[in-house]
């Protein structure tokens, strides 16, 4: 008898004349009230709709459906039976709904259909199409498998769910903006067939920490993967050939360490931990492993948000920054820019600068004679402390020839290690080594102490404890100062005073001499001597060997000056990818080396005060840090990127690479 009364009263209202929003109403099996608009009157097609005109409680003076519903396949309405094919936009808007099961028939889901339901599962019917904007955007579900049959995914249909895994139809299909924004999701692996990731598609994933693309792709959307906080990888297939279109797609995910590109890829390339457009050698994405390679042209729009800690190395190549290119990374705590013209960068507002939430107050180091130019500069002129470039920047390395008596020709090989305090001076530690001869067996290894000051670099003499001058890059033609090397000294004399240009970088050099010609030659500023960095003659007097000349200088890894036909790259690689390293001083050691995650260390506690160790990039940024109580003691660096690493304890500092 009510279901007799319900019908009778649905007829009566639709012959009359709809005043609603709906057409029809019926009774589902689960005895919620359905509101219903014909589709095709002649096929006898319904869709499911919300019962009044519109605004924002499609429920208002309804009774709203709540629980468990079942949606039928068909339903009889007088002397018709109707075929539920669609659920329409807004149906069950912020219905307390707790479950829905679906017929086959239903082939679209539309825009907010189940918006804010309480749903924890959802099994989506075998024929269904199309799923609109919104459709379930903050319902509770954690699983979902989009069937086969899907074609189209509107803008933010799964927005806020409590996904965490997924299953794709292995096809290409159309997933709208923010398909998947605030989701739970930890691992993606997106299906064979896909050929799009659309803009902001995993935006705010920030439990995501892995993603398999297929190597169907060709597109990945601007913001399809920002501040996805947990990822710390990511791989681009050879056939992507558009990344971002204009905006970096993985922005604000700052865990992020490295960054490939698979080889045979006609537009990306990746170096650095860098990914770069090769036509324009624009970055487009950078993270904090990043180093950026000395032939990029241009920072792409946010290449780097919250992607920068430490010092900031921007290579003469680089004549642009982009917008945001460094947005809110606070870390930075010094730039080093190389172009001797200021790079041009955008300063239309706080949020779109290039440097925008990044304190003014850091030091920036620009080439010698281009601090003018830097202070005039739109965007740089913001930066009240820039100073010319010293000798010893974080990452700074030097390789020079050593010619043996016997005509062998080895190498010395210095690096910026750390800093440390000597005498209550505040100076860089450099690490020389001298390869002789017989190369792998044969080394000599010492530490030196550096400090820089006013433009004189002070040097630490152990034998008479104290400072003395090692360069005076200050000195003009005539200006004399002497260096204290042991018990002996030298006194050099500027001849003269020149400017040395190189790749359009103009360099102050000074033309020195001294009377046993031992330390005479030119000294380049910012770089270093270019017969030897130190008095080689007179440290290493009476022994069979002599340094005869730079070959090549690198800073964070960038090839910055080289002297002759020297393959700098293949004798930077060779250095930090070769075989076991073994230390001279048996008091620290470090193996195997390199090492594929775990890194044994030997010591001496004796000769150790603090057995404490701190591992550094090459940015000289601290990495790791732990304590050593025994002999022998072996540390996970599994969660450290591949490269070089110096590892200090006390006053010892070795280098080692993870693989």
């Given amino acids: 008898?009510?279901?007799?009364?319900?019908?009778?009263?649905?007829?009566?209202?639709?012959?009359?004349?709809?005043?609603?929003?709906?057409?029809?109403?019926?009774?589902?099996?689960?005895?919620?009230?359905?509101?219903?608009?014909?589709?095709?009157?002649?096929?006898?097609?319904?869709?499911?709709?919300?019962?009044?005109?519109?605004?924002?409680?499609?429920?208002?003076?309804?009774?709203?459906?709540?629980g468990d519903l079942i949606i039928p396949?068909?339903?009889?309405?007088?002397?018709?039976?109707?075929?539920?094919?669609?659920?329409?936009?807004?149906?069950?808007?912020?219905?307390?709904?707790?479950?829905?099961?679906?017929?086959?028939?239903?082939?679209?889901?539309?825009?907010?259909?189940?918006?804010?339901?309480?749903?924890?599962?959802?099994?989506?019917?075998?024929?269904?199409?199309?799923?609109?904007?919104?459709?379930?955007?903050?319902?509770?579900?954690?699983?979902?498998?989009?069937?086969e049959s899907i074609d189209s995914v509107g803008d933010r249909a799964f927005i806020g769910c409590w996904l965490t895994s997924f299953t794709l139809p292995e096809k290409d299909v159309h997933y709208g903006d923010g398909c998947f924004v605030n989701t739970r999701l930890v691992s993606v692996v997106l299906p064979e067939g896909l050929t799009t990731i659309s803009p902001s598609m995993f935006l705010?994933?920030?439990?995501?920490?892995?993603?398999?693309?297929?190597?169907?792709?060709?597109?990945?959307?601007?913001?399809?993967?920002?501040?996805?906080?947990?990822?710390?990888?990511?791989?681009?297939?050879?056939?992507?050939?558009?990344?971002?279109?204009?905006?970096?797609?993985?922005?604000?995910?700052?865990?992020?360490?490295?960054?490939?590109?698979?080889?045979?890829?006609?537009?990306?390339?990746?170096?650095?931990?860098?990914?770069?457009?090769?036509?324009?050698?624009?970055?487009?994405?950078?993270?904090?492993?990043?180093?950026?390679?000395?032939?990029?042209?241009?920072?792409?729009?946010?290449?780097?948000?919250?992607?920068?800690?430490?010092?900031?190395?921007?290579?003469?190549?680089?004549?642009?920054?982009?917008?945001s290119a460094f947005y809110n990374c606070p870390s930075i705590n010094k730039i080093y820019s190389y172009n001797p013209i200021p790079p041009t960068m955008c300063v239309q507002n706080e949020i779109q600068h290039s440097f925008a939430h990044v304190s003014r107050d850091i030091p920036v180091y620009v080439p010698t004679g281009c601090v003018e130019a830097y202070r005039n500069a739109p965007g740089w002129d913001e930066f009240p402390n820039i100073f010319e470039m010293g000798l010893f920047p974080q990452g700074a390395e030097w390789y020079y020839e050593i010619l043996g008596d016997d005509g062998s020709i080895t190498y010395q090989y210095l690096e910026y290690a750390c800093d440390t305090t000597v005498n209550h001076k505040t100076v860089v530690v450099i690490i020389r080594t001298n390869t002789l001869y017989d190369k792998d067996d044969n080394t000599e290894t010492s530490r030196e102490y550096l400090y820089e000051e006013d433009g004189v670099v002070y040097w630490w003499n152990p034998t008479l404890g104290e400072f003395t001058t090692l360069y005076n890059f200050r000195a003009e033609e005539g200006d004399e100062w002497e260096i204290k090397v042991g018990e002996e000294s030298l006194t050099m004399h500027v001849d003269e005073v020149l400017d040395y240009e190189y790749e359009g970088q103009v360099y102050r050099m000074l033309r020195v001499s001294d009377p046993e010609d031992l330390f005479s030659g030119d000294i380049i500023c910012e770089i270093g001597h270019m017969t030897s960095f130190f008095p080689e003659r007179l440290m290493t007097r009476g022994k069979d060997y002599q340094v005869e000349g730079i070959r090549c200088f690198w800073q964070f890894g960038q090839?910055?000056?080289?002297?002759?036909?020297?393959?700098?790259?293949?004798?930077?690689?060779?250095?930090?990818?070769?075989?076991?390293?073994?230390?001279?001083?048996?008091?620290?050691?470090?193996?195997?080396?390199?090492?594929?995650?775990?890194?044994?260390?030997?010591?001496?506690?004796?000769?150790?005060?603090?057995?404490?160790?701190?591992?550094?990039?090459?940015?000289?940024?601290?990495?790791?840090?732990?304590?050593?109580?025994?002999?022998?003691q072996q540390i996970d660096v599994t969660n450290l990127p591949q490269g070089m690493y110096f590892i200090s304890v006390g006053d010892m500092t070795r280098k080692f690479v993870v693989r």
Wanted: hydrophobic share 35%; with cysteine; proline share 5%.
């Fill in 204 to 323: 705010n994933c920030g439990r995501l920490t892995n993603v398999v693309f297929p190597s169907t792709l060709t597109s990945i959307s601007g913001d399809a993967f920002a501040y996805c906080t947990r990822l710390s990888e990511i791989q681009i297939p050879s056939s992507v050939t558009v990344i971002g279109a204009g905006n970096n797609p993985f922005r604000g995910s700052q865990s992020v360490t490295s960054i490939s590109v698979e080889e045979g890829n006609p537009v990306y390339y990746s170096e650095g931990n860098c990914l770069i457009e090769r036509d324009t050698k624009t970055l487009i994405v950078g993270c904090r492993n990043s180093v950026i390679p000395n032939d990029v042209v241009a920072i792409g729009k946010a290449a780097f948000e919250r992607g920068v800690e430490g010092p900031l190395c921007l290579p003469a190549s680089v004549t642009s920054l982009g917008e």
């Fill in 73 to 147: 396949e068909t339903l009889t309405i007088g002397s018709n039976t109707w075929t539920v094919v669609e659920i329409m936009n807004n149906a069950f808007y912020k219905c307390p709904i707790t479950s829905v099961e679906f017929p086959n028939t239903i082939t679209s889901i539309g825009d907010y259909a189940f918006f804010e339901c309480q749903l924890s599962s959802l099994d989506l019917p075998d024929a269904i199409t199309t799923i609109g904007d919104w459709a379930f955007g903050h319902v509770r579900i954690q699983e979902l498998t989009l069937p």
């Fill in 1 to 66: 008898m009510k279901n007799k009364l319900f019908i009778t009263l649905a007829l009566m209202m639709f012959a009359i004349g709809n005043a609603h929003a709906y057409d029809l109403m019926g009774l589902s099996p689960s005895h919620h009230i359905l509101y219903l608009n014909i589709l095709d009157a002649e096929n006898h097609t319904v869709g499911v709709t919300y019962p009044c005109q519109g605004g924002s409680t499609y429920y208002y003076n309804y009774d709203m459906p709540e």
């Fill in 559 to 632: 090839l910055v000056f080289k002297q002759g036909d020297m393959g700098c790259d293949e004798v930077h690689s060779g250095h930090y990818w070769a075989v076991d390293e073994q230390p001279n001083d048996a008091a620290f050691g470090v193996y195997p080396n390199p090492t594929n995650g775990v890194l044994t260390i030997q010591h001496s506690a004796f000769r150790i005060q603090h057995p404490t160790f701190r591992i550094t990039n090459l940015m000289g940024q601290t990495v790791q840090t732990g304590s050593l109580t025994a002999e022998t």
